[in-house]
């Protein structure tokens, strides 16, 4: 049971780390991009970034529950 938990939630987390937008398009590769590598997170792209960290934790979770069990 608790490997179809960890399937689930191994979708869970691929779907949400594919959703997370890393690049600035073309604009960084010409200096486009800004004086500063870190920007702030808001909305959307903040809550996408928690529910990555906790899918990441529920999955290791499961990944040991699944090694005592």
Partial sequence: MLFIGQIVVS??????????????????VFGGAGATPYQTRR???????????????????LAVLNLVA
């Fill in 43 to 61: 909305g959307l792209e903040k809550t996408i970034y928690w529910g990555t960290i906790i899918a990441a934790a529920i999955f290791a979770v």
């Fill in 11 to 28: 979708f869970i987390l691929i779907v949400l780390i594919l959703l997370q937008e890393r690049t600035s398009g073309l604009s960084g």
